[in-house]
């Protein structure tokens, strides 16, 4: 699986953005996804899960109730609605999906990642 993320760019505090990730070459539909982030010096956190069901959303606390995960299996789409951003949401964000069972928010259970698309909130 390819996975490309878009949508990144900079805005200030209080600002939306909204993240499309485009899978190709593999299966979509079948695995859960993710979107996790790491800042400058930071390591790679999870933002949010999206399981194959809408039913299996899972959100960091640092973004719940300001960030919504969605995907369209159809189109081979993921999506993170950012709402309310804050500095602290500052970070290279990336999208990967999940290949092993386990904990949701552990990055070794994902095996195919993107390349990243930067938000830059100041």
């Known amino acids: 699986v390819q996975l490309v993320e878009s949508g990144g760019g900079s805005v200030q505090p209080g600002g939306s953005l909204r993240l499309s990730c485009v899978a190709t070459r593999g299966t979509f539909g079948e695995n859960a996804m993710g979107w996790f982030r790491q800042a400058p010096g930071k390591g790679r956190e999870v933002v949010a899960s999206v399981g194959t069901s809408r039913r299996t959303t899972y959100y960091a606390d640092s973004v719940e109730g300001r960030f919504t995960a969605s995907r369209d299996n159809a189109k081979n789409v993921m999506y993170l609605q950012m709402n309310n951003l804050r500095p602290e949401d500052t970070a290279m964000y990336y999208c990967?999906?999940?290949?092993?069972?386990?904990?949701?928010?552990?990055?070794?259970?994902?095996?195919?990642w993107g390349q990243g698309t930067q938000v830059t909130v100041s």
């Open positions: 990967a999906q999940r290949l092993y069972a386990g904990q949701y928010s552990d990055p070794q259970k994902y095996g195919y």
